[in-house]
């Protein structure tokens, strides 16, 4: 699937709103910031959006029929990567050093946490559930039992039932296209839900203001993306595909934060030294793997073929 370069740039975009509002940007976050946690709503709705093909994907090229979930779940795990392997091991460090649970799984990696059973859940959906409109059904269930869970005033402050809310609204979302194509109108509905979005995250955190920007900004938001005609920009395409290590090596500034390195600018450091040193490895490694194919190539090719009878 062909990346959409203008979906890139805002992933990388939001990876630094999150940044920003866990104080490990280079600006710290006032005391006002509350709702800066609800720019992953955009994060949901996106894998939600895409969730379909991805899985279509998964069967038909990845997965074999008799594939369980456990299976998928693997093969998920290794699409993340090491990256994922160094935060959840700063993050059991982080656990043993603070002596809490929470500090270590539960504050920068429960969304991985939650999306990975969401589409584990969706995986399960689609390969034993023939009629799909039983899927949208579910899909409408959860969505109802999110916004409930998130009505009540004492779990306002859990953010997991946002998943149930928006990871199926992006399902549904997926299936109304737009065909109409002009870029200027596209580009004027960004700007406008980027404005709304503005406002609704660098202010007091109000409910109404949640849904507004779950429901009608931050699909405006996506749906006018997806319908900009743009030429593939590579450096979007680059900044947008390190927003999952943005995200995740918060855990290792969480570490250190517990020996007393909590500072703004530090934690800011080495998030961007971690995204940094795993880029260099992946460009040695990625020439190491040229090199060795580039030799297998030359080696095939100098092979005398067998003699025809």
């Known amino acids: 699937m062909k990346r959409n370069s203008l979906l890139e740039l805002f992933r990388f975009l939001f990876a630094l709103v999150i940044l920003y509002y866990h104080n490990c940007f280079i600006i710290q976050s006032y005391d006002g910031f509350y709702s800066g946690r609800f720019v992953v709503i955009f994060f949901f709705l996106v894998s939600g959006f895409f969730i379909s093909d991805k899985l279509k994907k998964c069967n038909n090229a990845y997965l074999t029929n008799k594939t369980e979930w456990l299976h998928y779940l693997t093969y998920r795990l290794k699409r993340l990567g090491i990256p994922l392997l160094i935060a959840y091991s700063f993050s059991v460090a982080d656990t043993i050093v603070s002596n809490s649970y929470s500090s270590g799984f539960l504050h920068y990696l429960w969304f991985i946490h939650v999306m990975l059973i969401a ?54 979302m997926s299936k109304v296209r737009f065909n109409y194509k002009n870029n200027l109108l596209w580009l004027t509905l960004i700007v406008f839900s980027v404005i709304g979005l503005s406002y609704c995250l660098f202010s007091p955190y109000k409910m109404y203001k949640e849904f507004i920007m779950g429901f009608i900004l931050f699909p405006i938001l996506l749906y006018s993306i997806l319908q900009v005609e743009l030429n593939e920009v590579k450096l979007f395409n680059y900044i947008g595909s390190l ?23 530090y934690n800011f450091l080495i998030v961007a030294s971690s995204v940094l040193l795993t880029e260099i490895c992946k460009f040695i490694f990625d020439i190491s793997a040229r090199k060795k194919k580039k030799e297998l190539i030359i080696n095939i090719k100098k092979e005398p073929y067998p003699l025809s009878r």
């Open 119 to 172: 589409e584990l859940l969706s995986y399960i959906l689609y390969k034993y559930i023939k009629r799909k409109y039983i899927i949208d059904i579910i899909y409408g269930l959860l969505m109802i039992l999110g916004i409930s869970l998130r009505l009540v005033p004492s779990i306002i402050e859990v953010t997991e039932p946002l998943c149930l809310i928006y990871f199926p609204f992006g399902y549904f």
């Open 243 to 265: 927003s999952f290590e943005i995200y995740v090596y918060q855990s290792i500034a969480r570490f250190f934060g517990a020996f007393g390195i909590n500072n703004n600018i």
